[in-house]
């Protein structure tokens, strides 16, 4: 865990150094002459708000996550090219609509981003060479048996390479035994199922070696909560606590604050997009669904048509996105860009929705899940949002076993829930937009 910090941070830093170095050298090459420091610290002072926000695009991207970094799915290159247009465009933005900065630097803005994308790229890919491809695996093992293990192995076979599964063992097998596999196979670490009891003697056997138990790792590991472990009454406990009231009133403030800037956003481009929507498509602009709500209060939720107008059996068929030829053109569109939620920002300054939150279900299809998935009610205790956690984990579920899986996402999230977690989603959602 230590040095998986030193690396990230050793990243991180050179990344601070590279930002002022190339700041220094474009002064240099645009004057052909050594900065003396008052200067160089006058324009460091002039980019400090674009500097801060290239390290804010640092980590929306997840440029420093180990983890990330040596998944399949991440590609460093396609966020890199992402990046430099967005330095580029908040650059243009930054210097020349506001009237607050003392200089307009073209010329050096644009050489600037150039040396420092150029430094940002060499750099990354040489600690990737130096530091990033080893991964010093964890070696562990599992004791006990719980419905989310086979899940869980295939998980960390895949998009976890910091673990190494040594073995995975039966409830009824001899603490002895395991003893002797944690001495001959150097194990780091021990997954314990709840109803394994007789453990206190790795304790005092292995004081280097981690005793976990099943859902703590799975929480961790996975981000989602097991299903299961709700069976334990002190458990769910935990999911029917009331919000922290200093955390609600920052909640709404932040909701407020984005809810306006979606709002204006959605009045300005409504024309156009409505007559997108009436040109390729007969039907209504919006499309109205009452959906549950906090508490499971029932409210209307706005979105624009993306799909075409049916006769009312058709329109009230519960999975019927699985046919993408009932898109439209313009849903196409609108889909791809995420603009068909914009009429959503209507129901965040409504209150009926949050920023951040689990999805909110259609009622038909919600009282399906209830039925069908334990627990389900507690996705109620919070109010629903325009994105979030599970959101931007999982696709949109078209199955109740996709649904089931999306809700450990929802609980991960009501269990963990804070502003901070908040503003992580927030980003993250950004990335996956510009992604």
Known sequence: MKYRLLR??????????????????????????????????????????????????????DFYSLQTRNSKEFSFFRYFFIFVFLALFSGIFYFYISPSTSIAPKTILFLDIFIFSLAFLCWHLFWDLVFGR?????????????????????????????????????????????????????????????????????FFSFPSVEIEGFANFYERTTQRF??????????LSEFLKEEDKIYSILKRGFDIFWGLIGFLFFILTFPLIAFFIKITSSGPIFFIQ???????????????RSMYHL????????????NKKEITIAGKFLRFTHFDELPQFINILKGDLSLIGPRPEWEKIGKIYEKEIPFYYLRYKSKPGFTGW????????????????????DLYYIKNRSFLFDIVIFLKSLRKIFG
């Open 8 to 61: 990230k941070g050793i990243l991180f830093c050179g990344d601070i150094f590279l930002i002022f170095f190339s700041l220094y050298l474009t002064l240099f090459l645009r004057w052909s002459k050594l900065v003396a420091p008052r200067v160089f610290i006058y324009f460091a002072k002039q980019f400090l708000f674009i500097f801060l926000f290239w390290i804010f695009l640092f980590f929306v991207f």
């Open 226 to 235: 097991p299903l299961s472990s709700l069976e334990d009454p002190n458990i």
């Open 390 to 409: 599970a959101q931007i984990n999982y696709p949109p579920s078209t199955s109740v076993k996709e649904a089931k899986e999306k809700f450990e996402y």
């Open 311 to 322: 006769e009312n059996q058709r329109q009230d068929e519960i999975w019927r996105e699985k």
């Open 134 to 202: 080893y991964i010093k695996k964890e070696r562990i093992i599992f004791w006990g048996d719980f419905p989310e293990r086979e899940f869980l192995i295939n998980f960390i076979k895949n998009s976890k390479p910091i673990y190494k599964i040594i073995g995975v063992f039966p409830k009824n097998k001899e603490i002895s035994e395991i003893k002797k596999i944690i001495r001959e196979k150097n194990v780091d670490r021990v997954i314990l199922s709840p109803e394994i009891e007789n453990f206190n003697e790795l």
């Open 290 to 304: 009452k959906r549950f709500g906090k508490d499971r209060k029932v409210f209307n939720s706005f979105k624009y």
